[in-house]
T-cell receptor, first 112, second 115 residues
């Protein structure tokens, strides 16, 4: 069945460092891909999305490109801040109205 | 638009008791989803509704679990005869109709602890 695999955390970085969180997926067809973020004590928030191959989603300095050839959707940010500390989830929807399938999450901790 | 509301935020119950959670979606969203999230894991799909119809249930949803969405508005998730393994965060989400590729809006969740 459809699945999402993320790199394991926790990831610890210094402020202003470059961030990459790897995400790969397995799906039949062409799913839409998402990154969600969960700050401590809060609910899941949509960070960015991409609905077709080669689309680049971006928000708040974060970017991810939908790569069909490598079935990947890696999250990147050029310069992280302490306020980016959170758990990041990669997810896919295969069909309209269908369920979101999440990866296991990657915890990011940014130190001053 | 006040977002997706879930009640209660926290629930502690003794093993064997029944519990019920409520979710109020965004009013114009016709689809409503329930997920369960355990520590260190991503949310797992439980079930979803389109209006009042329950269209899909996960195999994770044992016969002790039941969900309803009367009149296609708020939804309830009931767990009967709770077990310690039911301890988790229960998340509700809603989304608008016919929005292919669009993300959901999640509530803050109900954290259940079974002692």
């Amino acid at each position: 069945g459809d699945s999402v695999t993320q790199m394991e955390g926790p990831v610890t970085l210094s402020e202003e460092a470059f961030l990459t969180i790897n995400c790969t997926y397995t799906a039949t067809g062409y799913p839409s891909l998402f990154w969600y973020v969960q700050y401590p004590g809060e609910g899941l928030q949509l960070l960015l999305k991409a609905t077709k191959a080669d689309d680049k989603g971006s928000n708040k300095g974060f970017e991810a490109t939908y790569r069909k050839e490598t079935t990947s959707f890696h999250l990147e940010k050029g310069s992280v801040q302490v306020s980016d500390s959170a758990v990041y989830f990669c997810a896919l929807i295969y069909n309209q109205g269908g369920k979101l399938i999440f990866g296991q999450g990657t915890e990011l901790s940014v130190k001053p | 638009d006040t977002g997706v509301s879930q009640d209660p935020r926290h629930k502690i119950t003794k093993r064997g008791q029944n519990v019920t959670f409520r979710c109020d979606p965004i009013s114009e969203h016709n689809r409503l989803y329930w997920y369960r999230q355990t520590l260190g894991q991503g949310p797992e799909f439980l079930t979803y509704f389109q209006n009042e119809a329950q269209l899909e249930k996960s195999r994770l949803l044992s016969d002790r679990f039941s969900a309803e969405r009367p009149k296609g508005s708020f939804s309830t998730l009931e767990i009967q005869r709770t077990e310690q393994g039911d301890s988790a965060m229960y998340l509700c989400a809603s989304r608008p109709p016919m929005r292919v590729g669009y993300g959901y809006t999640f509530g803050s969740g109900t954290r259940l602890t079974v002692v």
